[in-house]
C-alpha cells in the first residue's frame, strides 16, 4: 500500500501542470513551391525584403489574431521590439518600395487568404492548422 | 511620349510577365512642417524659405518581380514629382531601376529620401541639400539604377549601387534637374554615379563605403556667371563614408572630394575642394534623441564652381533635440551656427513630423 502511494505521488508530481504543449508553425499553401525557409529568410520576408522562389517574390501574411502570437512574431521571427519593427518597414517603403506584410486579425481570413495565393507564407498556431489539407507546415518557429 | 507615361505604360507591359501573382500596393504618407527664426544674420543670403509645411507621398503598385514606385512631394513653395521608378527584382539580391531617381552616391539623401519624419535633424547636411533649395551637387537624375547586395568575408555584405542618367543643368536658380512632368531633354547631359560598401550583416545600417559620380552641366541662361562665357562644368566627386548604428547611437560621417573644371568656348579652369559632415545621435530616455552634426570643407573659398551657388555653406554647427511623443509622430527642435562664402547666420527651427502608413 505503501509502495501504491509513493507510484501515485511520483506520477502527481511528474504530470504536466499546464495544458498541452504550444507550438507556432511556419504554413503555406498545400500546392506552395516552397519547400523549406530558413530563419534568415523568414526575418527578411517578414521585415519586408524580397524573398524570391522561382524568380517570383513571397507574400508574407502576419496573424495577429491573438496577443501572444505578436509576442512571438517580434520575439522569435523578427527579433526586435514593434516601434523598430514599424520603423524598419517605414524604412523598406521609404528607399525601396518594399510591401509590409499584410496583416490579419482573424484566423478565418488569414486562412482564406493563405488558400488564395501560392505565394503567400504566414505563421499560425499548430493546434489551428489541424488537419487543414490546404495547408502545409514548412517548419516550426517557436514551441514551449 | 513623356517618361512618365512611357513607365506607366511599361508597368502595364510588364504586369502580363508576372500573370497569376496578385496586384499590391502601398501607400505612406508623410506630413511635417516647420517653422524657422534666423538670427546674428551678417549674410545676405540665408534661408529660400522660412516655413514649411509639406506632405510627401510615396506609393508602390507591384505585380511578381515588378513595380512601380514613385515618390511625390506638395508642399507650400513646390509640387514635384521627386523618384518615378519602374523596377525589376532580377534576383533577391538585385533590383534594376529605370526612371528618375535619387544618386546613390549621396548616402543621406539615399537613406532618407523626401520625408522628414525618417530623419532625426530637421535640415540634411548642405553637401546633400536638393537642388531647389540651393544644393551644390546633382541629386536627381533619370535614367537606369542599379542595386544590389552580396555576401563578402564570411557574414559580411557588400553593397553596389551603380547608376547612369540625365543630369540637372546650371541655371540662374541653382541646378536644375530633368523635370518628368515638364520634360525638355534638350541641354541634359547624362552622368553616372557608383558606391560600394560593406556592412557586418544584412540587416544592418552600420557599414562604410565609397562613393564615385562624373558629371557634365550645362550652364544656361546664366546673365553674370563667375567665369566668363561659361559653357558647362565637369564636375567629378570621389567621396568615402562610415556608419555606426546601435541601439543608443548613430554615428554617420561623410566626405566628398570634388574636382570641378569649369570650361567656356575660350578657356577652361580646374578646382579642387572638399565638403563632408559627420553627425552623432543618442538615443535618450523618455523617447528622446540628441543630435549634433558638424559639417565642413575645405579650399571652397577659392572655388569659382560653388560660386554658383550662394546659399553654400561653408560650415556649419547643428545641435538639436528630437521628441518621438507618440507613435509614428516626432517633434524636434534644432539650432544651427553657419558660414557661408559671404557670411555667417544662425537659426532656431521647430518641426512637426509624422509617418502614416
Known sequence: ?144 | MRISHLLLASTLLCSHLARGDPWQYELLLMPSAQAVGTFHRQAPVTEIVDEVVQIDTLFTVQRGPFKLFGEFLLSDHEGDLERFQLGWQATQDTVVWIGRYHQPTSVWNHDHHHGQYLQTSITRPFVDEWEDLGGILPQHFTGMLIESGHKAFGSWRLRTAVAGGLAPIITPQGLEPFDLLHPDSRHHQVGFQGSVSLHPGELTESGFGLLAATDELPAIGLTAPPLPGLDHADLKLLGAFGIYAAAEWKILATWYHARANLCSPVSSTGENFGVGYVEAERRLPHDLTGFLRWESSADAGESIYLKLFPMFVRQRNVLGLRWDFVSHQALTLQLSDTNTLDGHFSDIRLQWSAAFL
Not at chain 1, 484566423?107 to 495547408?135: C, E, P, T, Y
Request: aromatic share 6%; charged share 20%.
Open chain 1, 1 to 144: 500500500m505503501r509502495r501504491l502511494l509513493t507510484i501515485t505521488l511520483i506520477l502527481c508530481l511528474a504530470a504536466p501542470a499546464r495544458p498541452a504543449s504550444q507550438a507556432v508553425v511556419l504554413v503555406v499553401r498545400a500546392d506552395s513551391p516552397v519547400r523549406e525557409l530558413d530563419s534568415v529568410s523568414v526575418r527578411k520576408l517578414f521585415l519586408g525584403l524580397p524573398v524570391l522562389i522561382n524568380g517570383s517574390p513571397l507574400h508574407p501574411l502576419r496573424n495577429r489574431s491573438d496577443a501572444l502570437l505578436d509576442e512571438i512574431f517580434l520575439q522569435q521571427i523578427v527579433a526586435m521590439s514593434q516601434s523598430n519593427y514599424d520603423r524598419q518597414i517605414l524604412i523598406g517603403v521609404n528607399r525601396q518600395g518594399w510591401l509590409r506584410p499584410t496583416e490579419y486579425h482573424r484566423l478565418s481570413d488569414l486562412v482564406d487568404a493563405l488558400k488564395a495565393d501560392s505565394s503567400s507564407v504566414s505563421f499560425m498556431w499548430q493546434r489551428d492548422v489541424g488537419h487543414n489539407a490546404d495547408i502545409r507546415v514548412i517548419r516550426v518557429l517557436w514551441g514551449d
